[in-house]
């Protein structure tokens, strides 16, 4: 395995529509996503192909580079071309796969994407209240806490907070 490039991130596929599904199903994963489930294969398609013609998003697979096998997808939605701002979002669905630096790798190559082929200039993105561990990850990448909507989205049985953190690249 390549110590120095361990993942790699490939444009989203519709082969990637079935570990979409199956990672957005499971509940631990869910857990901590603005994604409502159940999703269908047939609903991850559909949104294969919106997101294929939006040009104001990149939707990638992270890809493990020792077998080439998808473990999670990150993009950047609501890309603005007026302001060069856009939202990030990132899972990492192979749970084998948690805890081994994969998502701070996809987010550090995903900031430089950014900047050299969309020439954005600032990245936003939310996290649940209950997901720490992620806005931990994001703190340390140099992402700024820019505030919270207080009891904003309705999960996991509750009313939860939103945080907003975001990055100048």
């Known amino acids: 395995m390549n110590k120095e490039f361990p993942i790699y991130l490939r444009p989203i596929e519709l082969e990637d529509m079935e570990y979409r599904t199956r990672w957005l199903n499971d509940q631990e994963i869910n857990s ?4 409502t489930p159940p ?5 991850s398609m559909k949104w ?11 939707d990638l697979t992270i890809c493990k580079t020792e077998h080439n096998l998808p473990i999670g997808i990150i993009g950047i939605s609501n890309i603005s071309s007026e302001h060069l701002t856009g939202e990030i979002y990132i899972y990492i669905g192979e749970k084998s796969e948690w805890g081994k630096g994969y998502a701070k790798l996809a987010i550090e190559r995903l900031l430089d994407f ?8 600032k990245l936003y993105l939310y996290t649940l209240d209950c997901n720490e561990k992620a806005r931990r990850i994001y703190k340390d990448l140099g992402f700024s806490y820019e505030g919270i909507y207080k009891s904003h989205v309705y999960k996991n049985g509750i009313y939860q907070d939103l945080h907003i953190q975001s990055i100048f690249v």
């Open 32 to 35: 901590m996503l603005l994604i």
């Open 39 to 43: 999703l269908s294969v047939s609903d």
């Open 48 to 58: 294969y192909q919106r997101v294929l013609s939006d040009p104001n998003r990149e």
């Open 114 to 121: 950014a900047k050299s082929s969309r020439g954005i200039r």
